[in-house]
C-alpha cells in the first residue's frame, strides 16, 4: 500500500500478494520489436528503444540489455496495472530477467523454438 506515496518522500507497508506477472519474450528473425500487455502495444524497431510510456520502464530495459535481435514481448498480469501493487516494479523485473537470458544465449537458437 502506498506504492506511489514513496515518490512524494512517504512511508509505505510491503507485502506479498498471491498474483502473478508474466512477461514472455519471443526472439524473432529481423529487428522489429513488439510490445503488448494490458495497457496496450508497442511497436518499433532496436534503433528506437527510446522509453516512452507506458511502456518506459520495459524499454529501458531493453536499451540497456542492448540485444542484437528483436523481439515480441508478451506482459500478463493477474491484476490490473492501476491498482498500486507494484506491477511497475513486476514487469521491470520481469522484463530485465527475459533480456538477460535473451543477451546471454539462455534459450535454444531460433530454429529450435
Request: with cysteine.
Amino acid at each position: 500500500m502506498g506504492e506511489h506515496a514513496v515518490l512524494h518522500g512517504r512511508h509505505a507497508v510491503v507485502a506479498a500478494v498471491n498474483r502473478r506477472i508474466t512477461v514472455t519474450l519471443s526472439p524473432r528473425r529481423d529487428e522489429h520489436v513488439t510490445i503488448a500487455s494490458a495497457l496496450g502495444n508497442w511497436c518499433g524497431t532496436l534503433a528506437n528503444l527510446a522509453p516512452t510510456r507506458p511502456f518506459r520502464f520495459v524499454l529501458a530495459a531493453a536499451r540497456a540489455a542492448k540485444p542484437t535481435g528483436g523481439f515480441d514481448l508478451i506482459v500478463e498480469s493477474d491484476f490490473p496495472p492501476t491498482v498500486g501493487l507494484g506491477s511497475s516494479s513486476a514487469v521491470t523485473v520481469a522484463a530485465c530477467a527475459a533480456f538477460h537470458a535473451f543477451v546471454h544465449d539462455d534459450q535454444p537458437p531460433l530454429d529450435q523454438l
